[in-house]
């Protein structure tokens, strides 16, 4: 088994859209990233990468290259998915927390819950994730980012 780590931090910016694990979530900011800027997904797809020892996101997607621009984050979670498993690794389960003052999120969180899932390849109940504020402390607590954490238990296939 492998345990993997990560988390991912954007700031918000009025002309963008919010998007988290793949949900676009209605507000007047979304995350200032080079790609699509899902803090979820990164968090999710560097853990996993983490657990393999392979690097972090910008190892494998630079934010210098046009191709990664304004690419769609689900897409890097298929390829640490696709990395894993071709070293004989799959999903155990998956924690993910996500900080962030406005908006609440719990009525998106079982849609993040089963785009995770299906990108995964895993069951729901094998996904958890857990929104909060950060009680108006720092970046995030001001309103002026979003940050996503991921920790991931991969097991042998």
């Keep these: 088994m492998r345990i993997g780590y990560s988390k991912d931090i954007h700031r918000l910016v009025e002309g963008r859209k919010l998007i988290l694990a793949g949900v676009v979530v209605p507000f007047d900011?979304?995350?200032?990233?080079?790609?699509?800027?899902d803090v979820v997904f990164h968090a999710v797809a560097e853990s996993i990468l983490g657990a393999l020892a392979l690097g972090d996101l910008g190892k494998h997607f630079p934010d210098t290259s046009d191709k990664t621009l304004n690419m769609n984050s689900a897409y890097i979670v298929n390829y640490a998915f696709e990395k894993a498993y071709l070293l004989g690794y799959i999903v155990s389960n998956i924690d993910i927390s996500i900080s962030l003052e406005k908006p609440k999120l719990k009525n998106y969180i079982n849609d993040m819950r089963e785009?995770?899932?299906?990108?995964?390849?895993?069951?729901?109940?094998?996904?958890?994730?857990?929104?909060?504020?950060?009680?108006?402390?720092?970046?995030?607590?001001?309103?002026?980012?979003?940050?996503?954490?991921?920790?991931?238990?991969?097991?042998?296939?």
Excluded: F, P, Y
Aim: aromatic letters at 0%; a negative charge.
């Design 115 to 157: 785009h995770i899932a299906k990108l995964l390849h895993v069951d729901i109940d094998q996904v958890s994730v857990k929104a909060g504020t950060n009680e108006g402390c720092g970046e995030v607590g001001k309103g002026e980012a979003v940050e996503a954490t991921a920790v991931v238990l991969l097991k042998k296939r």
């Design 29 to 37: 900011k979304g995350e200032l990233a080079h790609s699509d800027g």
